[in-house]
């Protein structure tokens, strides 16, 4: 089972501890992955360094813990500690967007139980696949577990904390670039928060440099949307109050009129799990989403992407905040092998 599973990652201690610990189990796979972002920006390893540098001032105002966990990376990998800081700033310091993804939450009347549901499938080029890690932290300074996918030696994205507090994001285009937050270590400390509302206000007190939507539950049932720009951040509320569905495009009437439809596929898939949650509606589960992220309408660019625009499903997660637990999928969601954690 281990070659259709991605990398298991843990560490606790304190934030230099966890840092350290992250970057020597995870040696080899950092050094592929900063090779990977020199390949896909075709920059200079030392010049994509220098450019990350210039975020260190706000990961400092964000989490010096944050920052202590990134020197430990460093110390750990062998690595210096201007390169473990690109591996939090990767798409800021090269100005690349990427990424489709298909992400959801769903509360209340739409699930079988009652209980929250939230996930998506996340679409990259697929060499980001032989990077990827889970990692589990278990800090000893009073922050809370977490369960978090995400590539060697980057500390930050999508997962799910020991309160159930779970977030997942889709690429958003169309905006310009800024001097503000990364977005990889606001997403690591999202995953220390304990709420959806916690989360939300983090959002609107640190600017980011670029644009994202954010997919956010917790485990007391709450859900929320929020689309993310240099401007400031802007609540989504879908057609239901137990529904957040999201791909790629804005939804919010502030930032509607930016849109470009840059990825076309888009709305078509946003369409397409609409139709697929409402026909489920009430009886949807864990087995009935792993089912609607393998559909291949509009293949492909559909929901189980399959090298629209170079980008494939490498994985997919559903996460039960109630629950406490992850599902993981490697590969794509046809094909994929799914994988459960508890944080």
Same mark, same amino acid.
């Given at each position: 089972?281990?070659?259709?599973?991605?990398?298991?990652?843990?560490?606790?201690?304190?934030?230099?501890?966890?840092?350290?610990?992250?970057?020597?189990?995870?040696?080899?796979?950092?050094?592929?992955?900063?090779?990977?972002?020199?390949?896909?920006?075709?920059?200079?390893?030392?010049?994509?360094a220098?450019?990350?540098?210039?975020?260190?001032?706000?990961?400092?105002?964000?989490?010096?813990?944050?920052?202590e966990?990134?020197?430990?990376?460093?110390?750990g990998?062998?690595?210096?500690?201007?390169?473990?800081v690109?591996?939090q700033?990767?798409?800021?310091?090269?100005?690349?967007?990427e990424?489709?993804?298909?992400? +959801?939450?769903l509360?209340?009347?739409?699930?079988?139980?009652?209980?929250p549901?939230?996930?998506?499938?996340?679409?990259?080029?697929?060499?980001?696949?032989?990077v990827?890690?889970?990692?589990?932290?278990?800090?000893?300074?009073?922050?809370?577990?977490?369960?978090i996918?995400?590539?060697?030696?980057? &500390?930050?994205?999508?997962?799910?904390?020991?309160?159930? &507090?779970?977030?997942?994001?889709?690429?958003l285009?169309d905006?310009?670039?800024?001097?503000?937050?990364?977005?990889?270590?606001?997403?690591?400390?999202m995953?220390e928060?304990?709420?959806v509302?916690? #989360?939300?206000?983090?959002?609107?007190?640190?600017?980011?440099?670029?644009a994202?939507?954010?997919?956010? #539950?917790?485990?007391e049932?709450?859900?929320?949307?929020?689309?993310?720009?240099?401007?400031?951040?802007?609540? +989504?509320?879908?057609?239901?109050?137990?529904?957040?569905?999201?791909?790629?495009?804005y939804?919010?009437?502030?930032f509607?009129?930016?849109?470009t439809?840059s990825?076309?596929?888009?709305?078509?898939?946003?369409?397409?799990?609409?139709?697929?949650?409402?026909?489920h509606?009430?009886?949807?589960?864990?087995?009935? &989403?792993?089912?609607?992220?393998?559909?291949?309408?509009?293949?492909p660019?559909?929901?189980?992407?399959?090298?629209?625009?170079?980008?494939h499903?490498?994985?997919?997660?559903?996460?039960?905040?109630?629950?406490?637990?992850?599902?993981?999928?490697?590969?794509?969601? #046809?094909?994929?092998t799914?994988?459960?954690?508890?944080v």
């Open positions: 089972m281990t070659e259709h599973t991605f990398p298991l990652i843990e560490v606790s201690g304190n934030a230099y501890q966890m840092g350290y610990q992250h970057g020597e189990q995870a040696t080899d796979l950092v050094q592929k992955y900063l090779l990977w972002i020199e390949r896909l920006t075709g920059k200079s390893r030392q010049s994509l220098q450019n990350a540098m210039a975020f260190l001032p706000m990961m400092e105002k964000l989490s010096l813990a944050f920052v966990e990134v020197r430990g990376l460093a110390d990998a062998g690595i210096s500690f201007e390169e473990a690109l591996c700033a990767r798409a800021e310091a090269a100005r690349v967007h990424g489709g993804c298909t992400a +959801f939450a509360t209340g009347s739409s699930t079988a139980d009652g209980l549901l939230a996930g998506q499938n996340q679409d990259l080029e697929p060499e980001y696949g032989d990827a890690i889970l990692l589990h932290v278990k800090p000893t300074d009073g922050r809370p577990r977490a369960l996918f995400t590539f060697a030696g980057q &500390l930050g994205y999508s997962g799910v904390n020991e309160y159930g &507090l779970a977030h997942f994001a889709n690429a285009y905006f310009e670039w800024s001097m503000g937050i990364p977005h990889y270590p606001l997403k690591r400390v995953l928060q304990s709420s509302e916690d #989360c939300i206000d983090l959002l609107k007190a640190h600017r980011t440099c670029s994202a939507n954010a997919v956010i #539950c917790d485990g049932g709450n859900i929320g949307d929020v689309e993310v720009r240099p401007e400031g951040v802007v609540p +989504f509320e879908d057609e239901h109050s137990d529904c957040r569905l999201h791909t790629n495009h939804l919010t009437s502030p509607v009129d930016y849109e439809h990825l076309p596929d888009s709305c078509p898939r946003l369409d397409r799990i609409r139709v697929l949650v409402r026909e509606w009430g009886k949807i589960t864990v087995d009935t &989403l792993k089912h609607i992220l393998a559909d291949h309408q509009g293949d660019g559909g929901i189980c992407r399959h090298g629209e625009q170079n980008m499903s490498i994985s997919g997660y559903i996460a039960e905040p109630a629950k406490k637990v992850l599902h993981v999928r490697r590969g794509h969601g #046809c094909l994929g799914w994988q459960t954690y508890s």
